[in-house]
């Protein structure tokens, strides 16, 4: 009886396994290897500041010639000039967004009034709080798309720099083209 049971356990699951590795192959999307470059330049924060809902969008966008290099606005002038050099593009210095520093969105909860309007805006769900009650920022999570802020009714959510401490200083890796 037992052995029954396990024979046909791995029947079903040798038949299904094939069945899901012969889909795989037929079904398989080939992607664009200049999108998967541009993903890797960009960022990666998905905050949507670019107009596209994440970053693998306006790379594919970008592959496409439907955006500038300049799309991404959390990435200031490095991204942007990493981007037109990849795709052989020209860029124009007087649309290039100005550098900004490292910040964090931060609640005022004398201000907060709890309307909740921030939790839907936030995609990096850092905004703990619940409708008509004070809401906080877990600074770690967030990652300073300022959406927060232009929503808040009461102006509570305001951008603070991080402050620069061994704990949050990072050294910048090496341009991987220099390395040998």
Do not use: Y
Not at 13 to 26: I, K, N
């Amino acid at each position: 009886m037992f052995a029954i049971a396990v024979g046909s356990l791995a029947v079903m699951g040798a038949t299904l396994g094939t069945v899901l590795g012969v889909a795989a192959r037929l079904l398989a999307v080939e992607e664009d290897p200049l999108e998967l470059e541009l993903v890797a330049i960009l960022p990666g924060s998905q905050c949507g500041q670019c107009g596209f809902i994440g970053c693998a969008p306006a790379a594919a966008a970008l592959a496409k010639g439907e955006a500038k290099p300049n799309l991404c606005i959390p990435g200031g002038k490095a991204v942007a000039e990493s981007l037109a050099k990849k795709l052989g593009v020209s860029l124009d210095p007087n649309e290039v967004h100005e550098e900004k520093v490292p910040a964090v969105a931060f609640i005022n909860e004398d201000l907060c009034v709890g309307c909740a309007r921030c939790l839907t805006e936030c995609s990096a769900d850092a905004i703990v709080g619940a409708s008509k009650f004070m809401h906080t920022i877990v600074s770690d999570a967030c990652h300073a798309c300022t959406k927060c802020t232009q929503v808040c009714p009461t102006e509570a959510i305001t951008m603070r720099p991080i402050v620069t401490t061994l704990a949050t200083w990072h050294w910048q890796n090496p341009a991987s083209d220099k390395i040998h």
